[in-house]
């Protein structure tokens, strides 16, 4: 098959319209499309349609038991598949709507499909990102998709990054630019009785909170850490099982609650690889340009400190990619602290580093 890349980059909304029926109409007929999103690329394919579905787990090589999220356009549509509605799931949905982040609840007993990977329950968002907002609205129906990663793999944040895993598998892939996050979503999975929060995203715990309390919701929100997630097995959020983001390079985390100390963990690791690459804010390149303990072989990549955690986040996933591209094979990443954005960071650093 051959793979088109369809730009969608800066269009009036005629124009995008326009530049999306092609891909739409493959979506209609049952085939598998890549999108972009704000916070990482797409496999979509219609919801309700088995086959279609079936593709995105084959293309990705995801295991069957683990569900998709469905992409919805408002809010009513996004109740249609859910068996209740409540002041907590209203208060959640629309203040965090359209946005990255994604509602777990029990599933409406008509709503039948592979998505849900035989659970009671079902995910879904709303994004925000214009292009995905015009697809589902042409579909008329929900878009079933995971990142648009192959298994294990960063989710891809832009085009290229996404054409480099799905060259050959998918039809179509739109160009949407940089996703504007670069971190998937916030899942939320509500019961009734607990609230928890199964992935970090850039909707933060502490902005949650804060709905919960403006909304006179008296329920704690449960964190759970990274080794829980990690852990943790069916029925809760049985995707977290799997290993996730790892670029082909080792990651190795440049920890330390202060430059200084991040600087000193680098001096004393003594067995650095092949090919080291660096994920650091401009404050430790700066210094550790100082030190002399840079190799000409060493390659770089270096978010803002303006923008720390928000930089992190959007490139990070796009920096494993593009370590990998040149051949590195020892990724150091610096530790950010583990609050509000920088949960999501960790935890995606983490699970990187993990292997
Ligand atoms: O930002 C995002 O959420 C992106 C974009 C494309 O929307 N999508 C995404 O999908 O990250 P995916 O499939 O890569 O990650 C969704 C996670 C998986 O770990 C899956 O196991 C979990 O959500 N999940 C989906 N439905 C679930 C359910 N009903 N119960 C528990 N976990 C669920
Ligand atoms: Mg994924």
């Avoid at 983001?245 to 680098?266: C, D, M, Q």
Wanted: charged content about 25%.
């Amino acid at each position: 098959m051959k793979t088109k890349i369809i730009d969608a980059k800066n269009l009036n909304n005629t124009e995008l319209s326009i530049q999306l029926k092609e891909a739409v109409s493959s979506l209609m007929s049952g085939d598998v499309v890549c999108f972009p999103t704000e916070t990482v690329y797409g496999l979509g394919a219609i919801w309700n349609n088995p086959d279609a579905v079936s593709k995105i787990f084959k293309i990705k090589g995801r295991p069957q038991d683990n569900p998709l999220i469905v992409h919805v356009d408002s809010i009513e549509e996004m109740k249609k598949y859910f068996s209740f509605w409540d002041d907590v799931a209203d208060a959640l949905v629309k203040s965090f709507t359209p946005g990255p982040f994604t509602l777990i609840m029990e599933k409406n007993k008509e709503v039948v499909s592979l998505v849900t990977a035989g659970l009671n329950t079902i995910g879904i968002r709303i994004p925000a990102n214009k292009i995905a907002q015009e697809i589902i609205k042409q579909l008329g129906t929900g878009v079933a998709a995971p990142s648009a990663n192959i298994s294990g793999r960063p989710s891809p944040t832009n085009a290229i990054d996404a054409y480099d895993d799905l060259n050959g598998k998918v039809e179509y892939i739109i160009d949407g630019g940089d996703s504007m996050v670069g971190l998937e979503s916030t899942i939320v999975s509500w019961d009734q009785n607990e609230l928890k929060l199964l992935r970090p995203g850039a909707i933060t715990a502490e902005d949650i909170e804060r709905v919960l309390k403006e909304n006179s919701i008296d329920l704690e929100l449960i964190i759970l850490s990274n080794e829980t997630l990690e852990g943790e097995v069916k029925p809760l959020a049985p995707g977290m099982k799997y290993r996730h983001y790892a670029p082909k390079a080792k990651v190795h985390i440049i920890r330390g609650e202060s430059i200084e100390k991040k600087l000193k963990f680098l001096e004393t690791v003594s067995n650095k690889g092949d090919k080291d690459a660096y994920f650091i804010s401009e404050e430790l390149y700066s210094k550790l340009q100082e030190t002399n303990n840079i190799n000409p072989s060493d390659e770089f990549i270096i978010f803002s400190n303006e923008n720390l955690v928000e930089d992190a986040s959007h490139y990070l996933f796009s920096a494993f990619r593009d370590f990998d591209r040149k051949g590195a094979t020892d990724i150091w990443a610096e530790e950010l602290e583990d609050s509000e954005l920088g949960r999501a960071y960790m935890n995606r650093l983490t699970k990187a580093a993990d292997n």
